[in-house]
């Protein structure tokens, strides 16, 4: 470019539109999820793209304009620019600083995602998801196999879905928590979560939608999720096993199993398929 | 007026066609029924009603005998020739539900669902074929054909089928009452497969009218 101080002035638009740009972004109304250990971890991640994609953009943008701006033709006598030559130093810094920002948000997202995909301790409560047409249900097999139409969940303690579908394809999403998990027929997939409660005593009612279009109301298919403290959520459990021992709603309910079979003879496993030509 | 502008109105005019020709065919396909009579509400079905206190009879055909697809299953209104798609109910009110099943027995996919949900007392009546009438909390899952079922509500309540050697016109009857709540639509379905494909849930159970339908409380 002709002149150093368009470099000075560059930087110096860069730096205040970057500065504007992320205050912005830290004070955006977004509603990110932050109620789960994994939920907050993902929102970190999220706010960390956005604070160094940030100045990135900034700079291509006010690079793109600035260069359109002071380096427009003039006039029909003004002479062609000169082409400078390549400068290893500028090739050199350019590849250096996009390594180490790429290696750095590898590394964060990495991080990240061994934190959601693992418990978040030992022994974490299974509780079991079944998606069918257009209704979810929970199953614990920690409390004598009871399956529920509402799921309840205690604070400060890791849970680890279990979730399958008794039909088509659903997806569970429970967006407080950043629960997010295809519910396949046959396939037993795996969600952690730990309720991270702001306050003692923390209670919620939120909701559970489904989020893979799994047919004509798939639009109504979401179901209640109450959160509780540990010893409420222990004494509702006892409570509703022993509801269900006593009305004989365990003795109708299958084995508990990470898959079901659904057939005319329902949780057998269906006959093998003839795979030939 | 020049080509670009016409070309912007063309294109316009295109765009809202398409927008409006979605629309109706969304409309469709939610809310007209497949059978191709009077979309709205059903009154057949209701045999008795006051402000506080509504009794609908409906009835369960393998069969329906009627409409666009007069071979499949559906729920019925006592005539055999309407489809009880959309129930006009009032809102805070006692509704009885008379359901007489005529279809024969088939397993639960969800064992959950032989479990009387929602219902005033937590139990249904049930009176089988030449059989006395029980209280029922718990179905025997030998002994499910459908369900009843009302998602937003916490309703579901599982009816019994009739047996295999039971003649054609035999049929069980199941008895219960839930209450409505404020004003809103609320849509009913069958929890059980038991129509053709995607192991069962296509057809009836996912065409308006058949195994599925509105309460509309007002």
Same mark, same amino acid.
Do not use: M
């Given at each position: 470019m002709r002149g150093a101080n368009h470099w000075l002035r560059i930087a110096i638009i860069w730096f205040v539109v970057s500065v504007i740009v992320e205050f912005l972004v830290l004070k955006a109304p977004i509603p990110f999820p932050t109620m789960s250990e994994q939920a907050e971890g993902i929102t970190q991640t999220g706010y960390m793209l956005f604070l160094v994609g940030a100045p990135i953009f900034v700079f291509v943008w006010v690079m793109l304009l600035y260069c359109i701006i002071a380096f427009r033709?003039?006039?029909?006598?003004e002479p062609p620019p000169v082409p400078r030559p390549d400068s290893n130093v500028i090739l050199l810094l350019w590849a250096a600083i996009s390594f180490t920002i790429v290696i750095f948000l590898a590394g964060w997202g990495t991080f990240t995602l061994h934190e959601i995909t693992e418990?978040?301790?030992?022994h974490p409560l299974n509780i079991q998801v079944i998606g069918q047409q257009w209704y979810w249900t929970y199953r614990y097999?920690?409390?004598? +196999?009871m399956e529920t139409k509402a799921l309840y969940l205690p604070t400060n303690t890791p849970i680890k879905f279990n979730i399958t579908s008794l039909d088509v394809v659903h997806s569970l999403w429970i967006y407080p928590l950043d629960v997010k998990e295809d519910a396949v027929p046959g396939v037993s997939t795996t969600a952690y979560v730990d309720v991270h409660p702001?306050?003692?005593n923390f209670t919620a009612h939120i909701n559970a939608i489904c989020?893979?279009?799994? +047919?004509?109301y798939h639009g109504y298919m979401h179901g209640a999720v109450y959160i509780r403290p540990k010893a409420t959520f222990a004494a509702w459990a006892q409570k509703q096993e022993a509801k269900e021992r006593a009305s004989g709603l365990l003795k109708n309910l299958?084995?508990?199993?990470?898959?079901y079979y659904p057939t005319a003879n329902s949780f057998t496993p269906p006959p093998p398929q003839d795979q030939s030509p | 007026m020049n080509t670009s502008r016409r070309r912007a109105i063309f294109t316009a005019a295109g765009v809202l066609a398409v927008l409006t020709a979605t629309a109706l065919y969304v409309w469709g396909i939610m809310?007209?029924?497949?059978?191709?009579?009077?979309?709205?509400?059903?009154?057949?079905?209701?045999v008795s009603s006051t402000p506080n206190h509504v009794t609908v009879r409906l009835d369960i055909l393998p069969?329906?005998?009627?409409?666009?697809?007069?071979d499949w299953i559906g729920y019925t209104a006592p005539d055999h020739q309407?489809?009880?798609n959309i129930l006009k109910l009032p809102a805070h009110a006692l509704v009885t539900m008379e359901i007489h099943n005529y279809d024969s027995r088939t397993d639960l996919r969800?064992?959950?669902?032989t479990l009387v949900q929602g219902v005033v007392g937590g139990s249904e009546q049930v009176t089988p074929y030449k059989g006395t009438p029980t209280t029922v909390k718990v179905m025997n899952p030998n002994l499910t054909s459908h369900t009843f079922t009302i998602p937003d509500l916490g309703v579901s309540v599982p009816m019994e089928g009739v047996g295999?050697?039971?003649?054609?016109?035999a049929y069980v009857t199941m008895k219960f009452t839930f209450r409505t709540p404020g004003p809103g639509k609320y849509r009913w379905q069958c929890i059980v497969p038991c129509g053709f494909g995607l192991y069962g849930f296509g057809g009836p159970m996912q065409t308006?009218?058949?195994m599925d339908g509105l309460l509309v409380v007002h």
């Open positions: 033709r003039r006039g029909p006598t418990p978040n301790g030992p097999p920690s409390y004598g +196999g702001h306050t003692p989020n893979e279009l799994c +047919g004509l299958p084995p508990y199993s990470l898959i | 809310y007209k029924p497949a059978y191709g009579s009077s979309p709205v509400v059903n009154p057949w079905a209701v069969a329906i005998g009627y409409g666009q697809h007069s309407h489809s009880p969800n064992h959950f669902f295999d050697t039971a003649p054609a016109t308006f009218g058949y």
